[in-house]
């Protein structure tokens, strides 16, 4: 089992940039696809970015490539998403999620396993 604690968000104008950490407990955290999914107000959760074991293989949807981008630091059980040129539509509640499914390109909330509690952010006009 892994336990994952997001860090990071907040209120940024449109345009800035956040960094969002996620860290994993556990000594089994290169063994996970990691994800990142947000959830604005009145909307169901989405899918955002997702990256493989090793880190090679990264990701995204649509409405956020190009600008965003998900690391991994397998020494440190932390999974990582840099935001730039953020958006209104940004605006949500972020988690991190763990799956331990086969593959890699994982973007179903039902193949992710474990989730963090969520951080917020917010992008401002």
């Known amino acids: 089992q892994v336990q994952l604690v997001e860090s990071g968000g907040g209120l940024v104008q449109a345009g800035g940039s956040l960094r969002l950490s996620c860290a994993a407990s556990?000594?089994?955290?290169?063994?996970?696809?990691m994800g990142w999914f947000r959830q604005a107000p009145g909307k169901e959760r989405e899918f955002v970015a997702a990256?493989?074991?090793?880190?090679?293989?990264?990701d995204y949807a649509d409405s956020v490539k190009g600008r965003f981008t998900i690391s991994r630091d397998n020494a440190k059980n932390t999974v990582y998403l840099q935001m730039n040129s953020l958006k209104p539509e940004d605006t949500a509640v972020y988690y991190c999620?763990?799956?331990?499914?086969?593959?890699?390109?994982?973007?179903?909330?039902?193949?992710?396993?474990?989730w963090g509690q969520g951080t917020q952010v917010t992008v401002s006009s």
């Open positions: 999620a763990a799956s331990r499914t086969v593959g890699w390109r994982i973007r179903s909330i039902n193949d992710y396993h474990y």
């Open positions: 990256i493989d074991r090793s880190g090679g293989n990264t």
């Open positions: 556990g000594r089994t955290f290169s063994t996970y696809i």
